[in-house]
T-cell receptor, first 110, second 116 residues
Framework: DAKTTQPNSMESNEEEPVHLPCNHS???????IHWYRQLPSQGPEYVIH???SNVNNRMASLAIAEDRKSSTLILHRATLRDAAVYYC???????????FGGGTRVLVKP | GAVVSQHPSRVICKSGTSVKIECRSL??????MFWYRQFPKKSLMLMAT?????????EQGVEKDKFLINHASLTLSTLTVTSAHPEDSSFYIC????????????FGSGTRLTVV
C-alpha cells in the first residue's frame, strides 16, 4: 500500500493560513501527489496535485520537498468552509488504486 | 469538470434484503471505477476495483458474494449489497479516473446505507 503520514488534526483561526504536512517517504519518481478533502457526509473533493514543482490553484498551494518525500498543503486564508478532513495520497506501486490514510482533520475557529 | 453521480444518496433497508447503489460517470467514459466504504470517524477503505466488461477485483477481506459489482458499460458501475445485515451499515463511495491517473480522481457524493 502507498502509505502517507499526516497529523491527526490541526486547528486554525479564520482568515489565517493553514499548513498541512504530509510524509510520503516511499513515493516513486513518477507518482503524483494528490490532496483531497472530505466534508461530513460527502465524497472526497479534489484540492490539488503535483509531481515535483510547487503548484497553486484557487483553492490552495502545494509545496513539494526537493527529495519528494514530503509535501505541504497550504490554505492561504482559512474560512469556516475549509473545515474538513484533508487527505494526502499517491497511487504508488499498487497501480491506479488510491489508498487513503487517516488524513488531517482541520478545525477552523471563528 | 468531470462528474461522478452516485445514487441513491441515502437508503434504509431491512435485514436480509439487497440494495443496489449506482455510480455513473456523466461526462467521461470510465473503464475503471473504485468502490470504498467508510465507517463513522474513519478513513475510506477500498473495497474493490470495478472493470468494464470483466470481473471486479476485490481487496483482501471483502466478500465477493456479499458485495456484487457490475460494470456493464463505460459509464455505469453498480454495487449490490446482498442479504444486508446491520453491520453493513456504512457510507459507500465510488470514484473514477476522468483521464490519466496522474491527474486525479473524481468521487461520487456517497451513499449512506442503514440496515435495520
Amino acid at each position: 500500500d502507498a502509505k502517507t503520514t499526516q497529523p491527526n488534526s490541526m486547528e486554525s483561526n479564520e482568515e489565517e493560513p493553514v499548513h498541512l504536512p504530509c510524509n510520503h517517504s516511499t513515493i516513486s519518481g513518477t507518482d503524483y501527489i494528490h490532496w483531497y478533502r472530505q466534508l461530513p457526509s460527502q465524497g472526497p473533493e479534489y484540492v490539488i496535485h503535483g509531481l515535483t514543482s510547487n503548484v497553486n490553484n484557487r483553492m490552495a498551494s502545494l509545496a513539494i520537498a526537493e527529495d519528494r518525500k514530503s509535501s505541504t498543503l497550504i490554505l492561504h486564508r482559512a474560512t469556516l468552509r475549509d473545515a474538513a478532513v484533508y487527505y494526502c495520497i499517491y497511487s504508488g506501486a499498487a497501480g491506479n488504486k488510491l489508498t487513503f490514510g487517516g488524513g488531517t482533520r482541520v478545525l477552523v475557529k471563528p | 469538470g468531470a462528474v461522478v453521480s452516485q445514487h441513491p444518496s441515502r437508503v434504509i433497508c431491512k435485514s436480509g434484503t439487497s440494495v443496489k447503489i449506482e455510480c455513473r460517470s456523466l461526462d467521461f467514459q470510465a473503464t475503471t471505477m473504485f468502490w470504498y466504504r467508510q465507517f463513522p470517524k474513519k478513513s475510506l477503505m477500498l473495497m474493490a476495483t470495478s472493470n468494464e466488461g470483466s470481473k471486479a477485483t476485490y481487496e483482501q477481506g471483502v466478500e465477493k458474494d456479499k458485495f456484487l459489482i457490475n460494470h456493464a458499460s463505460l459509464t455505469l458501475s453498480t454495487l449490490t449489497v446482498t442479504s444486508a445485515h446491520p453491520e453493513d451499515s456504512s457510507f459507500y463511495i465510488c470514484s473514477a479516473i476522468p483521464g490519466s491517473v496522474d491527474y486525479g480522481y473524481t468521487f461520487g457524493s456517497g451513499t449512506r446505507l442503514t440496515v435495520v
